[in-house]
């Protein structure tokens, strides 16, 4: 049975946060890819969980949760088709400007995060192999240093268009927070954060993110050790839901800035 291999060749320390975004990039993808496949499948059953980690590089074996319980051949195509599904996502992004089809957000943001840990390595690379224990591979990815700039550049860049061509009922006005939580982000559901835009009053409202880059540009504001996301303003592009004519909820589209709000 084939495992899922991930190589770092790593030339430089990597930040913790590049090394564990990376993979959080890959099982997301993982997890979204058994999912089309198999609709219906159960949450448990499409984790990646790490068998073995390696010395030299970084060299970590991964076994799929669905792997006991299907068959041998089924798995074995399974674990090729998901390196060749990456594969299909990264490869029209290696040249400036590349774009893909039709993405979803949180495609681009799997794989944004994905190449975080050869990014910033003066001379690293990125394998994802479908491999047997014998070493025989059979599919595999490779994003060199260089890819992996190029790629952080065009899906960043994609991702702005998308959110730059959604409609707008508040284009770039001032938010600032009045609650605050640490949950990850929900793309397109309530959050516990509620918001004040003072350009329509002054009641707070509960957010919901209309993409995962805008709820992160403010969750990385509130994860902040040493800053304080109540003395920040978010200049932000704006949908209001109503429920008899009158605000609800905020639903926020894009971020397009964060500056400090000055006490009086």
């Known amino acids: 049975m084939p495992l899922i291999v991930v190589v770092i060749e790593n030339s430089d320390p990597i930040d913790l946060l590049d090394f564990t975004s990376s993979l959080t990039g890959l099982a997301r993808e993982h997890e979204a890819r058994l999912r089309a496949e198999r ?4 949450p448990d059953e499409t984790r990646l969980l790490i068998v073995e980690v ?14 006991p319980i299907i068959s041998t051949m089924e798995y074995t195509n399974t674990a090729a088709n998901f390196v060749q599904h990456l ?14 089809e039709d993405p979803t957000t949180a495609q681009l943001r799997n794989l944004n995060e994905t190449v975080q840990s050869v990014v910033r390595d003066s001379d690293g ?3 994802v192999q479908a491999r047997f224990k014998n070493g025989k591979v059979l599919q595999e990815l490779i994003i060199e240093k260089e890819d992996a700039k190029v790629i952080e550049a065009n899906v960043l860049e994609q991702r702005r268009e998308i959110e730059a061509g959604k409609s707008v009922g508040y284009p770039r006005v001032l938010m600032r927070l009045h609650q605050s939580s ?6 397109g559901k309530k959050t516990s954060e509620k918001g004040i835009v003072e350009s329509i009053d002054m009641v707070p409202r509960v957010l919901i993110y209309a993409s995962d880059l805008a709820g992160q540009r403010i969750k990385d504001e509130i994860m902040k050790p040493d800053g304080n996301p109540f003395q ?3 200049v932000i592009d704006l949908d209001v839901e109503t429920v008899g004519g009158k605000p609800r909820v905020y639903r926020v589209l894009n971020v397009h800035d964060v500056v ?4 009086d």
């Not at 609709?39 to 159960?42: A, D, K, L, Q, V």
């Not at 640490?182 to 793309?187: A, G, I, L, S």
């Not at 400090?260 to 006490?263: F, K, T, V």
């Open 182 to 187: 640490v949950e990850d982000v929900r793309v």
């Open 54 to 67: 390696r010395k030299g590089s970084i060299v970590l074996e991964m076994l799929p949760a669905l792997a």
């Open 39 to 42: 609709p219906g499948i159960e």
């Open 260 to 263: 400090d709000l000055e006490d």
């Open 232 to 234: 920040k303003g978010f």
């Open 125 to 127: 690379a990125l394998r």
């Open 87 to 100: 594969a299909a996502l990264v490869n029209p992004l290696r040249k400036q400007g590349g774009r893909l």
